[in-house]
Structures are given as structure tokens and as C-alpha cells.
């Protein structure tokens, strides 16, 4: 049995929706720590994020999903095995610190109060950090002069008048592991396999199969229309006059590149959605 952490809170949806991708149905329950999995080697457990590192070290799960901004948070000591949300340093826009180094002997506030102090280190500047609770974008100026946040679009941080002036780490889910649980045969090869999965998930997001048909003499006009992911796979048919074009295009695109496919002399034309995308 492979114990494995589900991130619970922001990421929990968007990793069960990952994982149905790659073809593992997880059922969590409100009042349950410990989701369905239709994998019997399995055993998954929802730990927060900000805590699933340390739990992997410690041996409790063999396995979790985290921030890599946790990971380091935390000082880990764990295997990264595959990266699959970035943390900003903000300002007032109205304030007077334009650089890092404006901040000697200031107050920040922030929930990655031991990768704020590595990096204040790293740029020779001594200050006050202090653990966030909550609500970090709201505390300048009158509970902190500055605020070191984790955030992907920065759409918060606008929203509350502050401005970015430096970029502490940038960072991304990553599926990390327990260093026995690795050099653990079964469990490896496991891990592995959910590896492989789970990225053919990842390259599939945004992306649609296009399948058509189209007349040999018009094939050259429709592979002139159509992008590809490598060469679109071209089949004969049972009139040897047609042949059928399978490729996969990003979603986007489609809308506009059907109706340059009929034009070009294509028929049947079939959209469909992808899982999962093996490279």
C-alpha cells in the first residue's frame, strides 16, 4: 500500500480533477480525512498543504502533493518526483520602499516566515518577520511595512494597492515522496507509474483531438491549415481515394481553424477531448 497526501483546501480541487485525468477517481467527504481511491494500492489522505512536507518526511505518507514554496518553507528533506503560484514580495504603491534593501529594520508579514528570512539573508538585509495568520495583503501599512505572499495571478495584491517589487520564489505543484519510500522497489515503480500519468494529465490540459476525412487530392490544402502536436497521423480508408487525418490542436485554435478545414475540402470533422497525452 502506497499512502499518499491529497493537498486539502485550495489546491484539493484542482489535484482531484488532476488525478481523474490520469485515470484515478478520488471521493472526499466532508466529514472524512481519508478520500476513496479506485486503485487498491492506494491509501490517500487530505493533509494541508503547508504541513504535507513534513508529514512525507516523517514517513506518515509515502507520498504527497505540495507547493514547491512549502517544500522549501519547511526544509525538507524529500524527493521531488515530478514537477507538475508564485510568492511575491508587495509594497504599497504609495509607499517609499522601491527595493528590498529599503526594508532594513522593518516589519514583514508573511505565512513563509523561514524563506522570507533565508532570502532577507541572502540580500544582507536585516527585519522583523512575522508569521501571517491570514489575510497578509490587508496588514501594510498599518500592521507591516511590507508582506511577502504566495499568489498566481496577483490579482489580490492589485486589489489591495500594493505592488510587486520582487519575486522571493517562484513555485509550482510538485509530487514529492519519503526517501525510504523511494528506494522502495514496489512503492518507486508505483510512483513512477503515477508520475507517468499524471504528466500525460498535464499535457493534455488545453488541448483536443480533430478527427476528418478528406479526398488525397485535397490533403495537401488540409495539412496546410492544420498545426500539430508532431505530424498529424494520416490513415487510408476503404476508398483509396480518402484518407482519415487524426491530430491534436490546442482547444483555443479550434474554433478557428474548422472552418478553414472545411473550406480546404475536409468532411467529418470530429472534435474530441483528451485525458491524457504520453509522451
Known amino acids: 500500500m502506497l499512502k499518499l497526501g491529497i493537498p486539502k483546501g485550495s489546491l484539493e480541487a484542482a489535484t482531484i480533477d488532476l488525478f481523474r485525468r490520469a485515470g484515478f477517481n ?32 516523517d514517513g506518515v505518507l509515502d507520498a504527497g ?17 515530478v514537477d507538475l503560484v508564485y510568492a511575491q514580495q508587495s509594497f504599497p504603491e ?8 529599503d526594508l532594513e529594520g522593518k516589519i514583514i508579514a508573511t505565512e513563509l516566515v523561514c524563506t522570507t528570512e533565508r532570502y532577507l539573508a541572502n540580500k544582507g538585509v536585516k527585519a522583523r518577520v512575522e508569521f501571517s495568520w491570514g489575510a497578509t495583503e490587508v496588514k501594510p ?15 489580490s495584491l492589485r486589489a489591495n494597492n500594493l505592488r510587486i517589487i520582487d519575486t522571493v520564489l517562484e513555485s509550482n505543484t510538485q509530487l514529492i515522496a519519503n526517501i525510504d519510500a523511494w528506494v522502495d522497489t514496489w512503492k518507486r515503480r508505483k510512483l513512477e507509474d503515477i508520475k507517468l500519468l499524471l504528466e ?80
Not at 525538507?76 to 518526483?81: C, I, M, P, S
Request: with cysteine; aromatic share 4%.
Open 26 to 57: 478520488i471521493a472526499t467527504s466532508s466529514r472524512s480525512y481519508y478520500p476513496a481511491i479506485d486503485d487498491p494500492d492506494l491509501e490517500c489522505m487530505l493533509i494541508r498543504a503547508q504541513e504535507m512536507a513534513r508529514y512525507v518526511e
Open 141 to 155: 501599512p498599518d500592521l507591516a511595512d511590507a508582506i511577502v505572499e504566495v499568489t498566481e495571478t496577483g490579482s
Open 94 to 101: 504609495s509607499s517609499p520602499f522601491k527595493t528590498v534593501q
Open 65 to 81: 502533493l505540495t507547493g514547491r514554496d512549502w517544500v522549501e518553507e519547511n526544509e525538507a528533506n524529500v524527493v521531488t518526483v
Open 200 to 279: 500525460g494529465a498535464m499535457n493534455a490540459l488545453g488541448k483536443v483531438g480533430l478527427m476528418l476525412n478528406v479526398q488525397r487530392h485535397d490533403l495537401a490544402r488540409v495539412l496546410n491549415v492544420l498545426p500539430s502536436l508532431k505530424n498529424p497521423t494520416i490513415s487510408q480508408l476503404s476508398d483509396e481515394s480518402w484518407v482519415a487525418v487524426n491530430t491534436i490542436l490546442e482547444e483555443s485554435t479550434v474554433r478557428t481553424i474548422i472552418p478553414r478545414l472545411k473550406e480546404a475540402g475536409a468532411q467529418g470533422i470530429v472534435e474530441y477531448p483528451l485525458n491524457k497525452i504520453v509522451m
